[in-house]
């Protein structure tokens, strides 16, 4: 037991040393990416017409003009002291911008997942049980062309349907922006369809392995009531998978968010990332960014702790 | 040949553990153990297949058969190709005919030659396997668990080839098995390994009549004995 | 492939899309570009289905031309973004071990992005347009392509056919390219797919978001940004371009299934009835003193495949019967019959299937779930991963026996101790892989005593298992099959254990019960040919060396190939024309008057 618990830490140890060093090669990529701009970021954005005045001011405010290590030093510094630079369309301090939309891409990402896992995991469960060793065939190629097609269909289009019947057509719900509860339900529903339909499928492959397993053979052969067969020994068995889909999941919910928050006029990190990217606003969308990928890399180093601690056995060799 | 304190380690894990194990020529030396105890580490370090600290004299050409005839020949490639690739320097016909003798060797039909490994039974998946090794004439053949993997009613016909190529090639073999009447069947020599180290070692009869280690005495105990007087 | 409608679909969009970008242009590229200044802004109309842009230009001629540069454009993003990410994948197999470690860290680290933020952190630097929207759908399928090369591309590489092609000295770029490259192409290809749908609709997204593609040129996306704008006021303008995004995606998404399930698809049996079995005899009255009474049990799957056909058995109280047979004679299906555990779609019939005089497959769960014990061949895999040891033992008592969960649980632990694990009350609170295999097997074991076992089925139980191990679990089932009077039938491949282990032996051979014999006579006694050889086949410890082994020649037959004789005559060397003609019915076998009668046996040849 004392060796399980040292191997544990000894894992997790492993997972924060790779989450530091992934952390690092962010910053230096986010840096970079504004120095890999061919020509120059300032005069690109500003266009031609911009007085010379004006350009070399920005340099200066950005730091342009020092040596690149410096430069380098300086925004490490200004990114742990929570201070990104400022818009060049607003003037607004790019650490405000994050702090102020943040919040709110984060809560319509994570209803968008506790929705898709609420309706999914069941619903793939139950497929997964009902067309065991290739029974119901019928079930099964309703279920899988059903869940292949909301998987095909990308966030915008679910985003421009909903927005077309549910807001415009039939006047339900708000088309845009962000009020009351009524607004969340277009942008969590367009953000959860593709997920949800993801996770079902995977759920039920992963309950169709389970049942094959010995396992629950025997536990057949013990004749156990099947609510008790399926809840305590198949459940578990499929939470390792799902759990890793989970983290790929919710990053690719923090992507799509970007196109759902952009269909509905949502406050958060995603507008303001298409629209810093379209008008040049080079310090936004570096910011913006690099915040991103944060949640990326933390997101991961969650699920991956949370793995080793539910199943020490096969994640902890590696 | 001799193999002379040879190690392999995994880490912090020592999975063979300072063997020194003669293998005089023409003879065959028996490996038993039970599973995890360094006996197919050893194979494959004298294979040359895993990284081992220690000397191995005197074996050049090592050739080797697997315990899996399902992964052992490659499903995209013919058993001929498969059999053709340890020849080099001969011509297309010389190969074709090279081929044929091998494959009568161990036995098959040389129209097999065409075949891929999906369409052969698990026995004749080990005899082109076997055919493949010898190919490249070597000078240690090493058997790993081949008969393991293999239906009862063809493991005797696998053993009985076995016998008959070392009786006609002379070959030197290390013949690896968990199965104690299996290698006092088909060796000279057997050397008992466990942990990591060879606990005994001796001629076949010898050592199966006269055990000298406890552990040795504990696996002849617990072979199964059709025979046997019931506990 | 085309099996399911699933595929046909697929299929259908993807040739239409593919045809659309080839006809399109040609034959719509001149109305797409017909500027109208009579016509601009319009909603849906005769002349104009879709509506009009703020140019008066014909929506819909413009959707269909647009396909040819939504298609080649994620067409070019999926090259550009394969190519790498297999050339990022191979690397590391050629590589020193330091770079090919940090390629390998880098990749996965990429992998946890999402695509559309690489493909925007790529556009911020390449500047908006289509350049910069195709490097960066391609920066977001490279990673997923590299690890996936990377993780096929070891497991080939830890192949034995490539150690085997090592040590026959074939170079190790030749192995890439003749072993590994082979393997792996078919996978990867269907990847590429999947990748393509992916890419399109990435790049749908960029051009939506104004991003992608930029006036005056046109795609799918950027139709749907232009028409997203007028969506308040002429909703159908936005219809088009996301119809046929939509298709696209559908489309490209469906046909890679497709390919993957064909491709994964091993040459299963089709879904026809199961094979018609001949309707089984009168089950007759129950035998008093028998716990299992198996009469004319047959299993058959669709394909008309029977691989157990007629298996008749009885076992008596404290009687330990061994059945035998190779892989594929049906002693493993045998025994999930009993235990009612065979796999759909397989059927069983049975004349009758009785445990202690009552018919097992319509007796309550409560009572079979205590009355007969199974023990499988894998202790590795028997018990739940997830759940404690003795969890999984307790609950047998809390479900069948309405025990409270304290007890329970003292009596999963008394169990335990019982099968001579030490210190059961700590192995009780652990979970499965703290134990060792043969501890495992007790546990496994120490579950059927949990109740009051009449019946034991061990399925190969000591197969996985050392041999010592296997001793003590041999001894362990005797002790258990004396103590508690149930009988116990095991079912194994080695004829040594069985020999060792049993009263009784039942040999089958393709489905049917071959031989049937007190152990005694297994060794010198043995009537059927299949018996005889099985025995010779096996080296024992007191084999004669300098002798060949009896070998068995030719192979078993496949479940649907067997004639209508003596499925074994073809193998036999004493066959006559009478055993590929007629099959022999199992019938008691008496050498000499007096001899014992419970040796039965199915041969022509050996009826004295």
Known sequence: ?318 | MIIEDLSVRFGAFTAVDGVTLPIPPGSAVGLVGESGSGKSTLARAVAGLVPYTGRIEGARRVQMVFQDPYASLDPRMTVGASIGEGLRGLGRDARRREVARLLDLVALPADLAGRYPRELSGGQRQRVAIARALGARPELLIADEITSALDVSVQGAVLNLVRTLRAELGLSMLFISHNLAVVRYVCDVIAVMREGRLVETGPAEEVVAEPRHDYTRALLAAVPRLTGERG | MMRTPSAWIGVSLVALMVVLAVIGPPIWGEAAERIDPGAVLQGASAAHPLGTDNLGRDLLARVLVAGRLSLALALLATLAGGLAGVVLGALPSVLPRRAARLVTATVNTLVAFPGLLLAMFIAVIAGLGARGAVLGIAAAVAPGVARLTQTLAASVAGRDYVAAARLLGVPRPLILVRHVLPNIAEPLILNLAQAMGGALLGLAGMSFLGLGVQPPAYDWGRLLFDGFSRIYVTPVVALGPAVAVALAGIGFNLLGDALARAAARTRAAGAAPAGAAPAPADPGEPDPDAVLEVRDLTVAFPGGLTPVRGVSLTLRPGEIVGLVGESGSGKSLTAAAIGGLVPYPGVVRAGALRLCGRDARTMPDRELGTALAMVFQDPMASLNPALRVGGQLAEVATVHLGASRAEAARRAVDRLGHVRIPDPERRARQHPHELSGGMRQRAVIAMGLMGTPRLIVADEPTTALDVTVQRQILTLLREVTAETGAATLFISHDIAVVGELCDRVVVMYAGRVVEELPVAELAGGAAHPYTRALVASVPGMDTDRSRPLAGIPGRPPAPGGIGPGCAFAPRCPVATSRCTAERPPLAPYAPEPGASTAHKVACWEAAA
């Not at chain 1, 629950?216 to 998978?241: F, I, W």
């Not at chain 1, 910011?287 to 199943?311: H, K, P, S």
């Open chain 1, 1 to 318: 037991m004392a060796g399980m618990t040292r191997r544990r830490g000894a894992y997790a140890l492993r997972r924060l040393v790779r989450f530091a060093v992934a952390l690092g090669v962010l910053m230096v990529a986010s840096f970079a990416m504004i120095h890999l701009i061919p020509g120059d970021p300032v005069r690109a954005s500003l266009g031609p017409a911009a007085p010379y005045e004006l350009v070399e001011a920005r340099r200066a405010a950005l730091g342009l003009d020092q040596p690149l290590p410096a430069q380098f030093l300086g925004y490490v510094g200004g990114v742990l002291t929570g201070e990104f630079g400022t818009s060049f369309l607003t003037g607004e301090r790019v650490g405000d911008v994050i702090a102020a939309r943040l919040p709110t891409t984060l809560t319509l990402a994570l209803a968008a997942t506790a929705v898709a896992l609420l309706v999914a995991v069941p619903l793939g469960m139950w497929a997964g049980v009902r067309t065991e060793n290739g029974r119901r065939r019928g079930t099964e190629a309703a279920f899988t062309s059903v869940t292949g097609t909301a998987v095909a269909v990308p966030e915008f289009l679910y985003s421009i349907a909903l927005v077309a019947v549910f807001a415009i057509g039939l006047g339900w719900f708000p088309p845009a922006g962000r009020a009351g509860p009524e607004s969340y339900v277009l942008p969590v529903v367009a953000l959860a369809i593709g997920p949800a339909a993801m996770i079902a499928r995977m759920c039920r492959v992963e309950t169709l392995r389970v049942l094959g397993t010995e396992y629950v053979r025997l536990a057949r052969a013990k004749r156990l009531p099947s609510a008790r067969l399926y809840v305590r020994h198949v459940l578990p068995g499929t939470l390792t998978a799902t759990l890793t889909v989970c983290g790929l999941l919710l990053t690719a919910l923090i992507a799509g968010s970007v196109i759902v928050e952009y269909v509905f006029a949502w406050p958060g990190l995603g507008q303001r990332i298409v629209e810093s990217i379209t008008q040049k606003d080079y310090p936004v969308a570096q910011g913006v960014i690099l915040v991103y990928g944060v949640i990326v890399l933390t997101v991961n180093l969650l699920i991956d702790l949370a793995l080793g601690a539910l199943d020490p056995t096969s994640r902890l060799k590696e």
